[in-house]
Each structure stands twice: as structure tokens, then as C-alpha cells.
């Protein structure tokens, strides 16, 4: 069983900058892959970026590539999202989920594990 809290999340105006942290609980941090994802009102959970086990391969969607970047420390059993010249179209709850294997997945299907969600309003 693995718990996990975001943070991170806020208002910021287009162009700026957050950066979201997911901690999760237990020792087993490092055998999970893990992901962001987003979801906007009224649509479908989108795949945002995902992380394997030891940080040497990531994947990020095409629509957030060279603005957001994952990684994660294992010793603090947290994954973050490094968020970069964001946009308005960006605005969406972001959550992060981990996978009970140690490969990434791009589906929401492929994880077994949420967090609550934290908001993410990028203003134009």
C-alpha cells in the first residue's frame, strides 16, 4: 500500500514557473514507477509525464516536452514536476499516481495508486 500527497499547486500568471512534489509513504518507494497526470473540467485524466524506478528513464507528453520535467529522490521517497513557461491551457488538477512496477506507464489504467489532486490555475 502507498499513500501519496501533492503539493505544489497554486495561481501563477502565464510564463511563470511551480514546481509540484508528490511524497510517498512506505519503504518500498523505489521499486514503483511513477506519474504525473492532469485533468481539466469536464475532460479525460491525461498522461502528463512518467518516471521509472530509478530516475534513468522519463517520458513526457508532447504537449508539455521541454516546459515540465520529472525526477524524482528516492531517499526522500518523492517524485516532482517541474513546471516552465506555463500556459493557460496548463490550468487542470494535477496527480500523481505510482505504478507497483518498476517500468513507466503512460496510461492512467497502468497505476495502482492516486494522490488527492492539487490545483493548478495558470492565469493569462
Known amino acids: 500500500q502507498v499513500q501519496l500527497v501533492e503539493s505544489g499547486g497554486g495561481l501563477v500568471q502565464a510564463g511563470g514557473s511551480l514546481r509540484l512534489s508528490c511524497a510517498a509513504s512506505?519503504?518500498?518507494?523505489?521499486?514503483?514507477?511513477m506519474g504525473w497526470f492532469r485533468q481539466a473540467p469536464g475532460k479525460e485524466r491525461k498522461f502528463v509525464a512518467a518516471?521509472?524506478?530509478?530516475?534513468?528513464?522519463?517520458y513526457h507528453a508532447d504537449s508539455v516536452k521541454g516546459r515540465f520535467t520529472i525526477s524524482r529522490d528516492n531517499a526522500k521517497n518523492t517524485v516532482y514536476l517541474q513546471m516552465n513557461s506555463l500556459k493557460p491551457e496548463d490550468t487542470a488538477v494535477y496527480y500523481c499516481?505510482?505504478?507497483?512496477?518498476?517500468?513507466?506507464?503512460?496510461?492512467?489504467?497502468?497505476?495502482?495508486?492516486w494522490g488527492q489532486g492539487t490545483q493548478v490555475t495558470v492565469s493569462s
Open positions: 499516481a505510482a505504478r507497483s512496477t518498476v517500468v513507466a506507464g503512460t496510461e492512467p489504467g497502468q497505476y495502482d495508486y
Open positions: 512506505g519503504r518500498t518507494f523505489g521499486s514503483y514507477a
Open positions: 518516471i521509472n524506478w530509478s530516475g534513468g528513464i522519463t
